[in-house]
């Protein structure tokens, strides 16, 4: 019966977190009543098991929203993301230089570009070139640098180096997220820095973010996006929140 009841102490004590974030050994003592020692116990088994994570001064907290892998993002709004891909690689005018992003739906625009006469894709992670790896009428460079083996891209020193040699008639951007007033959401601060050198470099600007990712808030790093900027995404999107970037002088395409 006392195991039991450690049991479901625990499972409420993660339960708590996830909803409130923190909680003190206090509170949880005074809740559950048991001792602060048997609280701070629990504590330590459920720090152990990764589903919590302990703070300053005896509070726990939730471990923070973990990044899914390529892989994962693969299965996710595959139709919405090929639509979106299309749209975007469709926007490709002969001759010119673009840059794709590391991510599933950039990378989805390589099956259609192939079509394309005397383009340069300059790619910033291994999705694109995977897509173009055989499309001999396209020319491709890499801008090289550190690959973050969960979003298959190239971020650091050097592959900003890269990209501050360069410009774009056009940049296609993934996310992790996106917001109006905020901007680019990612995992990392540098690939945040990696975005907003993109962004600079770039004559036409769009974000490929499908519905599930606008206004979403997963992560603490962020880059900007100015008015100006394409937000691609596909037709379940939420009008509110498609106003919203609209309201910020963005353009809105849902396909």
Do not use: N
């Given at each position: ?7 479901a ?9 996830r909803s ?18 048997t ?7 459920l ?12 509070a ?52 259609f ?7 340069t ?69 540098e ?37 100006g900027?394409?937000i691609?995404?596909?037709?379940s999107?939420?009008t ?15 396909v």
């Amino acid at each position: 019966m006392a195991v039991r009841e450690s049991e479901a102490r625990r499972s409420e004590i993660v339960r708590l977190a996830r909803s409130s974030g923190l909680a003190s050994v206090d509170d949880l003592s005074a809740q559950f009543g048991v001792t602060a020692s048997t609280i701070r116990r629990d504590l330590s088994q459920l720090t152990s098991q990764g589903l919590i994570a302990r703070t300053y001064g005896g509070a726990i907290a939730l471990d923070p929203q973990q990044e899914s892998s390529l892989r994962q993002r693969a299965l996710e709004g595959f139709d919405a993301k090929r639509a979106i891909a299309e749209w975007a690689a469709s926007q490709v005018r002969p001759g010119e230089t673009i840059l794709l992003d590391a991510g599933t739906t950039v990378g989805a625009m390589g099956e259609f570009l192939r079509e394309i006469d005397d383009i340069t894709v300059i790619a910033a992670g291994l999705t694109a070139l995977e897509s173009l790896a055989d499309a001999d009428s396209v020319r491709v460079e890499c801008i090289g640098g550190t690959l973050r083996h969960l979003s298959q891209g190239f971020v650091g020193p050097l592959a900003e180096a890269t990209l501050q040699r360069v410009t774009f008639d056009r940049a296609f951007l993934g996310a992790d997220a996106v917001t109006a007033d905020l901007g680019i959401c990612e995992a990392e601060l540098e690939q945040t820095r990696l975005k907003e050198i993109m962004i600079e470099r770039a004559d036409e600007v769009y974000v490929l973010a499908h519905a599930a990712k606008l206004g979403q808030r997963p992560f603490h790093a962020w880059a900007p996006i100015p008015p100006g900027t394409t937000i691609v995404t596909d037709d379940s999107a939420d009008t509110e929140e498609t106003a919203s970037f609209e309201a910020a002088g963005m353009r809105v395409v849902r396909v």
